[in-house]
């Protein structure tokens, strides 16, 4: 049960302002929780309502349908004015026709409340005046004179004249000593004519000496218990106990909501209170949800009110959305402005990290050239050290075949053997070319081992070399002296002993073989080849 938990609060808690501020909050969030459930609750009223009439439709007797109609009434009285006017209406007539003036005065003070509720002062008036009052019984002088009590309540709700509220209000006390002698002292109504009669005379502490007890004695969830939380509002809002009256509004609301009452006094008074609390938001939705119901209700004079203060409200409300709207934009403006910052900022940081990119490709690519560069020099130090080694062994060599030569020479002019230092000559010759050769071939080739096959790679198949293991033949001698940056014609043609177009011959007759020509295939032997 939803009202339990306020039930709850109450029973602990009376009078603390302390613990009804506390709970103003959470009990506002349940209001609009059952304000957003209120079509659900209109239903309900309606179904219950529907039921009625369905039964109506299967009787025949006029007590019956009289009796019907009032439970019909009833269900109206707090809902739809104009519909409980026409089922009063249509009870009168039945009476009448019955000729029972106990339902015709009944009927009648029905009809002045509605008249009361609805803002009809004026018919309200005249049934009064048509009534009685004497020859009623004592029941019917009660309800008499609590329709008047309702009746000055909605005049004095309805007038803005000082004035004439004064006079309303002594009319009304009036109606209200005739009510408390009609009453058994000792009653529940009594008590809270008594109560209402003290607090017009700011005896606030024993008037809710009274009223507490009577809210607590009142079953949640009916109608009862919603005019007993109005009752304790009310007291609260003449002796200044501002949170307290809003507690209760709050509890008569939701409970009004709850049994779909549309004729809702509570809601509108809370969200004026809320208004001049600076609640805006609460005060203009819930001003808008109670002229919603007065509307429904159709009760006019309530409607005049609502709509004296609802534009108060609503400019207000208007006021509030225009300064948001303001704030907003200069929120957004703001925040473009660090949106384009930060994007700036971005693209800053995008243009650093990609120029770091590109230092870092750059210094890699760097590293690289330099790494090969190294590996480059590595091996031109390797061929350094290797033919440094093998030249200065071979300058020895010839150095003593010289020394050995000249005694030669020497001993065979001495002995007059001119014949056989021609035959000297160019024997010795042959044999130092071939043995220069097979020296240059054993060493290139411990240095690229793998030279024979790569070159032959960039040939076509039928054109390659296979020489004798450990030798070189012309042609692969030949870029063999390239691949080693020996790229004068002159000079390849000096250490082969070759005329300069039988080196341009031989070079010319390998391109021709190869799978690339021109510069292309001499860039591709330097290339090839790994030091051992």
Known sequence: MRLAY????LTIFPTAIFSVESENDSLLKLLDKVISERSGYTKIREDKIQELKRRKQLLVDTNDIININSKIIQQYNSFICDSAEFYIKENLSLANELDDQDIIVENLLRLSYIYSLSGLFLEASALFDSLDYESMSDKDKLWYCWNSIRYFESLIFYTSDANHSLVYEKQKECYRDKVMGLLDKGSEEYKKELAHKLQEERQFSEAEKLLLPIFHNQTSETHGYAMAAMNLAKLYRHSGKKELENYYLIIAAITDIELAVKENEALLSLAINLYEMGDIDR?????????????????????????????????????????QQKNLKTFSIITSLFALLLIITLFYLYLQVKAVSKARKELRIMNEDLLQLNRKLDEANTVKEHYIGYFMNQCSIYVNKLHKYRKNVNLNIKTGQINNLFKLSTDELEKDICELHANFDKTFLALYPNFVSEFNSLLRRDEQYYPERGELNNELRIFALIKLGITDMKQIADFLHYSVQTVYNYKSKVKGKALAGGDQFEEMIIRIGSIS
């Open 283 to 323: 005060a203009y939705e819930y001003i808008r949800i109670a002229l919603d119901d007065a509307l429904f209700y159709n009760a006019r004079f309530k409607n005049s009110v609502i709509a004296r203060v609802q534009p108060i409200i609503e400019d207000t409300y208007l006021q509030k959305i225009y300064s």
């Open 6 to 9: 306020i039930i709850f609060l």
